[in-house]
Antibody, heavy 119, light 106 residues
Framework: QLQLQESGPGLVTSSGTLSLTCTVS??????????WGWIRQPPGKGLEWIGG???????NYNPSLQSRVTMSVDTSKNQFSLKMTSVTATDTALYYC???????????WGQGTRVTVSS | DIQMTQSPSTLSASVGDRVTITCRAS??????LAWYQQKPGQAPKLLIY???TLESGVPSRFSGSGSGTEFTLTISSLQPDDFATYYC????????FGQGTKVEIK
């Protein structure tokens, strides 16, 4: 059964860089039928799509975050990663890694990792 | 970008009730719409994709309909496990979510 597990610092300094990794188990990140992505949820609020990446490295990002976001994939480790620069308090959220079929809905989710941006 | 608006924001219902949640898109998204259920402290769970296709393992009391700009999620007979927050998501152009509908006990 596919499992996704987020990891990374839970506390990031304002104006710094948020870095998270998602480890995929029970399946290969080299799937030709899926993208891999990130979604976040600020405390008590709704869901925001951050972006997605194919195992080849092809990416698509939320236009509102594109200038600050970079995603990468490491097929040898079955992992993909998120970097978000110039973070502020508004980036404080629960960050989920997800799997996307080619149609780009989200059919498998990690448990989420909480990131707090502090000044 | 495409805006998604759900109604109502909160819904009070009893076990056994038929429940309908509406999601409207700011422009046509064909049938590129999914529905998710989220319980407190848990990740969202996919219920329906392509507007009306039930995800494997999801109870048949859940159904989705609509196309273009107006969509509905229906729970035919609300069960105790169904009290949760529901989100719609469009994936016609990038991806955006509705603000959520909380289904609470009446």
């Amino acid at each position: 059964q596919l499992q996704l597990q987020e990891s990374g610092p839970g506390l990031v300094t304002s104006s710094g860089t948020l870095s998270l990794t998602c480890t995929v188990s029970g399946g290969s990140i080299r799937s030709s039928s899926h993208y891999w992505g990130w979604i976040r949820q600020p405390p008590g609020k709704g869901l925001e799509w951050i972006g997605g990446i194919f195992f080849s490295g092809s990416t698509n990002y939320n236009p509102s975050l594109q200038s600050r976001v970079t995603m990468s994939v490491d097929t040898s480790k079955n992992q993909f990663s998120l970097k978000m620069t110039s973070v502020t308090a508004t980036d404080t959220a629960l960050y989920y890694c997800v799997r996307l079929p080619l149609e780009h809905y989200f059919d498998s989710w990690g448990q989420g990792t909480r990131v707090t941006v502090s000044s | 970008d495409i805006q998604m608006t759900q109604s109502p924001s909160t819904l009070s219902a009893s076990v056994g009730d038929r429940v309908t949640i509406t999601c409207r898109a700011s422009q046509s998204i064909s049938s590129w719409l999914a529905w998710y259920q989220q319980k407190p402290g848990q990740a969202p769970k996919l219920l329906i994709y392509k507007a009306s296709t039930l995800e494997s393992g999801v109870p048949s009391r859940f159904s989705g309909s609509g196309s273009g700009t107006e969509f509905t999620l229906t729970i035919s007979s609300l069960q105790p496990d169904d009290f949760a927050t529901y989100y719609c998501q469009q994936y016609n152009s990038y991806s955006t979510f509705g603000q959520g509908t909380k289904v609470e006990i009446k």
